[in-house]
């Protein structure tokens, strides 16, 4: 432990402590009555930090307190109000998107969903000439006419009135060509189609 | 949690305020009012903003209220909300103003129906702003905890959320930066 310090240390120590380390140090007390310099400098730092204490703790708010807690739960009202609707208008922009999703992508998925497949047999027609006879009537979105080279029937997908609409048709021209020739054989099979 | 200098509440204060009681709220800002303004000088970059930051830091202590943890002291809790309350205006561009207008702060400024006080204000207000004002606000914040409010370091920390050894680097910074003037008059001072 040094006996005496020096004015470097003396500067170094009142930059860097506290007003109370200085104020409590023996060796800046020591060192202060020796040295008009240091203790001027000294008085001024504690003096300087005493006062801007005071400073601080002197200034009082200018704001009416009663009126800054009427005014803050009034502004808390506001905002629950502001917020309540912010919330409604999200919910509003929310509903009337799922509307308009529902309308365009939900209509078609459950337009989809309707579909039903059924195959009918075909004695007097080819599955070509079925396919020309129904497929005017078949226009559901998904639809389909299939059939296979050397099988005497047509596979339909389609909504059931359409497929009703089918099978009538399709037993009609049936009809109508048994009646004409008598009686009807294997139907005339064309190459499927490509 | 530390202990934060500031007046004490009855907690069941808060409770009533949580249940809509004006009242309580009215004598949480009259008990609290002078030591977050005694903050906000630090905190805000201003003095002059310190009103702002008083109104809008009981705004959110208001919104903010179920969330107090009884655990920690109003005053600590109080002093977060101070704080962030003081960033966020610093961050904001464009800031919402306050919800008092200056004006009818003016009108219930009792400096200005008493001179003295006026000019003792003015000079106590020139004086921090001397102090304080060219510091960075870090160093300001841990000078005025620690050296002038009397928490130690370590409390300061925690009140921050800072590390220890930071505070204590931003302490020794905040010093030297504000006796640096006063120091340059010894003729051996060599900044």
Redesign the interface.
């Known amino acids: 432990m040094p006996e005496s310090i020096t004015?470097?240390q003396s500067?170094k120590a009142?930059?860097?402590?506290?007003?109370a380390e200085i104020q409590s140090s023996r060796l800046i007390a020591q060192h202060t009555q020796t040295c008009s310099?240091?203790s001027?400098?000294a008085s001024?730092?504690l003096e300087?930090?005493r006062?801007?204490?005071?400073?601080?703790?002197?200034?009082?708010?200018?704001?009416?307190?009663?009126?800054?807690?009427?005014?803050?739960?009034?502004?808390?009202e506001r905002?629950a109000t502001a917020r309540f609707i912010k919330w409604l208008l999200v919910g509003a922009m929310g509903a009337t998107a799922w509307f308009a999703l529902d309308s365009t992508i939900g209509d078609h998925e459950r337009k989809v969903a309707a579909l039903r497949t059924e195959t009918f047999p075909l004695k007097c027609l080819s599955p070509q000439q079925a396919e020309g006879l129904i497929e005017p009537y078949i226009r559901a979105d998904g639809h389909g006419i299939y059939f296979t080279n050397g099988v005497a029937a047509v596979t339909v997908r389609a909504l059931p009135s359409e497929l009703a609409q089918a099978k009538r048709l399709i037993d009609d021209a049936q009809l109508r060509s048994a009646m004409e020739s008598g009686s009807c054989g294997s139907p005339t099979l064309a190459p499927a189609k490509p | 949690m530390t202990a934060v200098q500031g007046p004490s509440i009855d907690t069941s204060v808060l409770v009533r305020i949580a249940s809509g009681d004006a009242s309580a709220f009215a004598q949480l800002v009259a008990e609290f009012q002078p030591i977050v303004y005694r903050w906000a000088l630090t905190l805000a970059d201003d003095p002059d903003e310190a009103d702002d930051v008083v109104q809008e830091t009981f705004l959110n202590a208001y919104r903010k209220i179920e969330r107090y943890d009884e655990s920690g002291s109003v005053a600590a809790w109080l002093y977060a909300i101070a704080r962030r309350t003081a960033g966020q205006r610093r961050r904001v561009i464009k800031r919402r103003r306050n919800l008092l207008s200056r004006d009818s702060a003016a009108a219930n400024d009792v400096y200005l129906t008493d001179p003295g006080a006026r000019v003792d204000r003015e000079r106590a207000l020139s004086l921090v702003r001397q102090s304080l004002s060219a510091l960075p606000r870090k160093q300001r914040e841990v000078f005025d905890l620690v050296d002038l409010q009397g928490l130690t370091p370590a409390e300061a920390a925690e009140l921050t959320g800072a590390k220890s050894v930071t505070v204590r680097a931003n302490l020794f910074k905040a010093r030297a930066a504000i006796r640096s003037r006063i120091l340059s008059q010894h003729p051996l001072y060599d900044a």
């Open positions: 004015c470097e500067l009142l930059a860097t402590l506290s007003a310099d240091c001027r400098v001024v730092v300087r930090e006062s801007l204490g005071l400073a601080l703790d002197s200034l009082s708010p200018r704001a009416d307190p009663a009126r800054i807690a009427d005014t803050v739960s009034l502004a808390a905002h």
